[in-house]
């Protein structure tokens, strides 16, 4: 839960209620105990940034304009290896982050993710302190999105040996075993994530065709990448994906996994989910990313998520949102319009 209440940090300073975004994602902050589900997570993640307009979920005084993302991919895309890949990430992202610094380098043996507060002169620093929930979530946060770059860039997951955070131990830490690595310190001025240096070697194995696949549920789907306990339901997820708009069933997944179906079902048990769920949350944020950025037909879209029929997708949408594709799009559409119409200094910009 301490992930969740970080994300909502830049929106609560911001003076935005998140509950409605709550609401549409069936999470609630009052089950302080319980794990959120990563789809769910994903989609809030998405929701926060296109209600507030910034892919930096409301963090910094200056949003992360739209696109920076996909922006950033497309920049990686076409070098020869993973250390070209981010050195280039790097470079972008300090035209689009003026208040992070990120640094990639070897070091020994080892090669080294670092990022540091970048001060601007005659600004108010943009958190209120060392363990400021803000600042917490904005570390978190970058090294989620430039680790899980870099390994979906390269196809395969990169073990980090040792993360060094700077700031105090949050309460939620114990879950850093499953994000980042078991090896986590809470020290120091900067962060700074450690691993083999052989893997800036690795080569790059990513193509338009397969960035096209990836951008949708983006950015929010970087949080349900490579996570050390989410094996099986990454891999199922992008074989339904990969298949639409064919339906594969689970026998048929199972089958191309080398798996019986008994084993897939107690295998996707154990990680905290179902065929069933994943396929739901598959359409569900397919839905909303082009929603939410294209003018798509609705019709179309339905056909694509496989849908028998146009009715039966908007049934399944009113369930997923409370509304129905046409009002999801106005509304997000009204929204961003009166965010950007908003002068400096209102409320909903800072």
Known sequence: MGFVDGMLSGMRRRG??????LAAT???LADTASRIPVDR?????????AELDDEA????????????????????????????????ACRFLRLVLADLRVEVRRQGRHAEIEIAEAPIPATPPPFSGRDDPARV???????????????????????LDEVRFP?????????????YTECSGFEGDTL???FHDNLLDLPVRRDDTALAHFLEGAPGRISMLYRRDREMVVRVRDLLRAALPVNLSIEEVAHQLHLSTRTLHRRLEDEGSSFRLIKEATRRDIAWSRLAKTRQPIAQLAADLGYADTSAFYRAFVSWSGQSPEQFRTQLAARQDSHRALPPGRPGRT
């Open 167 to 179: 700031y105090a131990r949050p309460a939620h830490a114990d879950d850093y075993a499953l994000v």
């Open 137 to 159: 979530f904005a570390f978190e946060w970058l090294l989620r999105l430039v680790h899980s770059v870099a390994c979906w860039f390269v196809n395969r997951g990169i073990a």
């Open 192 to 194: 700074l994530a450690r």
């Open 26 to 28: 069936g999470i609630s």
């Open 57 to 88: 979920l409301g963090l910094f005084p200056r949003p992360m304009p739209p696109g920076s993302f996909e922006f950033l991919c497309r920049g990686m895309l076409g070098t020869a290896t993973l250390e070209e890949a981010l050195s280039r």
């Open 16 to 21: 935005r209620d998140p509950a409605p975004l």
């Open 41 to 49: 997570y994903a989609a809030l993640y998405n929701l926060i940034i």
